[in-house]
C-alpha cells in the first residue's frame, strides 16, 4: 500500500456549486417562463436571455451566500453551470433547428404521404429546397465564412480555417 | 486543486476513450459510444481520485469533467451533422475555394435533404411508399413529442433560422 492514501472523499458540492446545479437545473425552467412573454422572440434570443439570467443569478449567489467564498468552489460552480447552458443547448438547438427532426415534424403534420418535392415545401413552408439553403447559407455570410460575389460563392480565411478545423475535429473525433 | 487535475485528467481519458470506440464500433450510435465512454472514464477518474488524492472533492472534479466531455460533445455535434458546415466543407473542399451558387442550391443542398430522408427510413421514423414518404407509427408518436415540447417552450416548427430581415 505503499504510495497510497487513506481514501477520504467529499460527495458534497460546496454552497457555489450547489447554487450552480440548482440553477441548472432551473435553466429549463426559466426558459419555460420566458416563452411565456411574447416580447421575447426567437429561440436564440430566448436561450441568451434565459443563459444570462442564470449567470447573474449565480453571480447573486456568490455575493450574498453565508460564509467565506473558496475559489475552488466558485470555480467549480462556474464550470457546473456552464455544463447546464451546453447540455441545454444542445437540446434546444435540436428542437429550434434541427433539421432532421424537422423534417419528421413537417412529414407527420402533413398527415399523409409526401413526395421529396411536397416535403421540401411543406418544410419550407410554401417555398422549396431553395429556400432553405439560402436560410443555411445566411448563416455563413452573417458570420463571414463565405461571401458571395455575382452567382459564386467562395470560402474567406476564417471559413477556410473553420473548415480545417472542423476537418481535424472529424479526424481527432474519429468520424473520419 | 488535485481534485480538478483529475476531473481533467477524465477528460483526457475520455476523449481517447470516445476517439478509439467510435472507430472500432461502426454502426454503433455515436450518441450511444459518447455517453459510455462519460460513464467510464468518470467511473475510472473517481477512482483514481479516491485512491491518491486526499480529501478528494467529488464536485470539483465532476465539474471540470463535466465541462470537459460536454464541450466535447458539444464540437462533435456540431461537425457530425450541420447542413450549414456541410456547405462551408464543400466550398472550401473546392481547389479554387469557390463554387457556383446554383450548385449549392440546386445539387448539394438535395442530396443533403435525401441523406437525410435516408437516415429517417433506416431509423424506422419514416417509410417509403411508391415516390411518396410517411411517417410511421414510431415516427409520429416521435413527432407527436417534439411539436409538443415546441408548444412548451414556444419554439416556431419551422427549423429555419430567424435572421431579421
Known sequence: MVGLVTPAMNFLPGPAQTAAICLGIALPLLLLCYARIPGIRGAGSRFRIGCATAAALFAIACAVLPGERRIDDVAGGILLLATAMLLVYVFWGLLAWGFTLTLLTTLAQAGRPLTEEQWAAAYTQGGDIGKFARNRLKLLLGSGMVAVTGDTIAATSSGMAIARLARLVRLATGLR | ?165
Do not use: C, N
Not at chain 2, 459510444?33 to 472534479?61: E, K, N, R, T
Open chain 2, 1 to 165: 486543486m488535485m481534485s480538478f487535475v483529475v476531473g481533467i485528467a477524465g477528460v483526457a481519458v475520455f476523449s481517447v476513450l470516445a476517439r478509439v470506440m467510435q472507430s472500432a464500433a461502426r454502426g454503433t450510435s455515436p450518441v450511444a459510444i459518447l455517453a459510455i465512454a462519460a460513464i467510464l472514464s468518470h467511473l475510472a477518474s473517481v477512482a483514481l481520485g479516491i485512491i491518491y488524492v486526499p480529501q478528494f472533492q467529488y464536485w470539483s472534479a465532476a465539474s471540470i469533467f463535466s465541462f470537459g466531455v460536454m464541450s466535447y460533445v458539444f464540437v462533435f455535434g456540431a461537425v457530425y451533422k450541420s447542413v450549414s458546415l456541410e456547405v462551408l466543407l464543400a466550398v472550401a473542399g473546392h481547389p479554387d475555394r469557390a463554387v457556383p451558387l446554383p450548385y449549392i442550391v440546386g445539387h448539394q443542398v438535395p442530396e443533403i435533404f435525401r441523406g437525410r430522408i435516408q437516415i429517417l427510413i433506416e431509423s424506422g421514423l419514416v417509410e417509403q411508399i411508391g415516390s411518396t414518404f410517411a411517417a410511421t407509427a414510431a415516427g409520429e408518436r416521435l413527432a407527436a413529442r417534439i411539436a409538443r415540447l415546441r408548444r412548451m417552450f414556444a419554439i416556431g416548427d419551422s427549423g429555419l433560422y430567424d435572421f431579421p430581415d
